[in-house]
């Protein structure tokens, strides 16, 4: 089992910056990935960043990339999402997940495990 806690939601007015946190305990050596994924209110999960620990490699979606930056601290076992130049249409519930293996890292039922979410609102 993997137990995932997310940090750092809030309240921001548009324009404005917040930092994600998401730390992970319990079989964190079975992780390959990480990914931060968001939903709002009547809308599907849609997959924001994720991140490969052993190689650091990047993916992100269309509404995070140039904005969203993703990064993985291994020896804290932790994941960050640094989100800039925030707008009204990024508030959401943002949850981080594990997944085992190398799957589509980019689709939220590949994940084995996630957190139990952390709400972004943006004001305008």
């Known amino acids: 089992q993997v137990q995932l806690v997310e940090s750092g939601g809030g309240l921001v007015q548009a324009g404005g910056s917040l930092r994600l946190s998401c730390v992970a305990s319990?079989?964190?050596?079975?992780?390959?990935?990480m990914g931060w994924f968001r939903q709002a209110p009547g809308s599907e999960r849609e997959f924001v960043a994720a991140?490969?620990?052993?190689?650091?490699?990047?993916r992100y979606g269309d509404s995070a990339k140039g904005r969203f930056t993703i990064s993985a601290d291994n020896a804290k076992n932790t994941v960050y999402l640094q989100m800039n130049s925030l707008k009204p249409e990024d508030t959401a519930v943002y949850y981080c997940?594990?997944?085992?293996?190398?799957?589509?890292?980019?689709?939220?039922?590949?994940?084995?495990?996630w957190g139990q979410g952390t709400r972004v609102t943006v004001s305008s």
């Open positions: 319990g079989r964190t050596f079975n992780s390959f990935a």
């Open positions: 997940a594990s997944v085992r293996s190398a799957s589509n890292i980019r689709v939220p039922n590949e994940y084995n495990y």
């Open positions: 991140v490969i620990w052993r190689t650091g490699t990047t």
